[in-house]
């Protein structure tokens, strides 16, 4: 017998001790070869006032191990805590949200009897930064930060999960109308990356209609891969539409750490009662099981799981009239699944698991650009003011040949030949270049800002224009 495979549990709060003890009570029986560590994350260590959420040593162990089976947690309420998973996700770069979304119809109730889809979310970057500030009285914004190593991975990830697990699509969803330079970026690799791929179809959507279509016709879907927050909200729905999100497992990957969890809370309603679905967790634990190799095991406990649900042996979540034959609780589920050990799904369809490749989301690090500054965005805070007002006052400001050339207000140009049905709030973007976008010397800058200053505006932040290449680097004001 081969070594067993060092792991690292938490059983969290809530219903997690329940649905954890059921999940290993499986994975033993089902012959999973693993060398336990646990570790205490949760509430109680939030309360403790570890803003994490995670014990001291916690680190270490998922340092070691490279492999976090996790129960959900409870977040207490109130400011000042961390989101666990977040940090997670950050601290180990567990760049790809993998979450497999499948109705298993007609043993469980669902719209969507044909529906086998996973949606690959990356996990680290976007308006996920956390990276906000209130700059006015009356505005706030939050960074939306996408890099190009960052979507190749990401996107590579799902190109290479769905060469690895014989899928025929991928369909990248994204809202590149509008966010041109951020979503386009992800948009534009998807497209380089997918040349490589020649063997594998592919189609991109606009995220409105997309999630519009998947909500409506999933099988026409196949492997999806998204931004971190349209994958954080569509995953959920796809989950949900699927059948329940109490039956989702997903895997959180990364180069040093791969984490996996089931898709759902610590549903305090119902802790301690032991009817808890353990399936979320279960179906999260069989991925971990393929992802450290050990995929007999992973097969025999996956067939057992269809074959119980397939007999309509269902905890009360799923438990249907006219469906369901016996309501059972969490432990006489797991004691189902373990019964049902080497039996295959009669209906359903029986997977199977093949010894998996690593999956390297390489990413290109060796082009450079030429990159050239060509102006300043000012943002000035100044309440109760008109736009011509505001505009005229600046246009007298100039540093060499550095001039005001428009204003925004929320993104909409007000000056000049603003339209006076505009709403303004106090948030002023005032966009200052020299003629033809011509190079500019950073010196100027820090001059115009002092000649800003000195004539009395509050500038809240500047962001400097720069072109790549020749090509502008930054939104274009219209209108
Ligand atoms: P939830 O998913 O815990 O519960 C939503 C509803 O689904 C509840 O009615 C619950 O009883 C039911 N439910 C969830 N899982 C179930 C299962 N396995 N079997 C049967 N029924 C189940 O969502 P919530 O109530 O919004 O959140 C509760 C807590 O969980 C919050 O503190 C939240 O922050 C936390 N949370 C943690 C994670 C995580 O650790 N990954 C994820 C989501 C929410």
Known sequence: MTEPRKITIARGDGIGPEI????????????????????????????????????????????????FLKAPITTPQGGGYKSLNVTTRKAFGLYANVRPCISYRPFIRTK???????????????????????????????????????????????FEYAKEYDRKKVSCFVKDNIMKLTDGLFHEVFNEVAKEYPEI??????????????????????????????????????????????????????????????????????????????????????????????????????????RTIEKGIHTGDIFEQGISKERVNTDTFAEAIIQHLGEKPHELKEVHYYEPKKIVARHDESTKHVKELVGVDVFVDWKDVSPNEIGEKLSKITAGDLKLKVITNRGIKVYPEGLPETFCTDHWRCRFWQDEWKKLDKNLIWQLLKNVNEAGFDTIKTENLYTFDGKLGFSEVHG
């Open 201 to 306: 179809e592919t189609d991109s959507w606009i995220i409105d209609i997309g999630a519009a279509r998947l909500a409506d016709t999933p099988q026409m879907f196949d492997v999806l891969v998204m931004p971190n927050l349209y994958g954080d909200i569509l995953s959920d729905i796809a989950a949900q539409i699927a059948g329940s999100v109490g039956l989702a497992g997903s895997a959180n990957i990364g180069e040093h750490l791969a984490m996996f969890e089931a898709i759902h809370g610590s549903a305090p309603d119902i802790a301690g009662k032991n009817i808890a679905n353990p399936s979320g967790l279960l179906l999260a634990a069989v991925m971990m099981l393929v992802h450290i190799h050990q995929v007999e095991e992973a097969a025999t406990i996956h067939n057992a799981w269809l």
């Open 112 to 158: 969507h009897p044909d529906m086998d889809v996973v949606v690959i979310r990356e996990n680290e970057e976007d308006l996920y930064a956390g990276i906000e500030h209130r700059q006015t009285d009356q505005v706030y914004q939050c960074l939306k930060l996408f890099s190009r190593p960052g979507c190749e991975k990401i996107i590579r990830y799902a």
């Open 20 to 67: 954890m003890d059921a999940t290993l009570k499986i994975l033993k029986a089902g012959g999973a070869n693993l060398e336990i560590e646990e570790i205490e994350i949760g509430e109680k260590v939030y309360l403790k006032g570890i803003e994490n959420g995670m014990e001291p040593g916690a680190f270490e162990s998922l340092r070691k191990t490279g492999i």
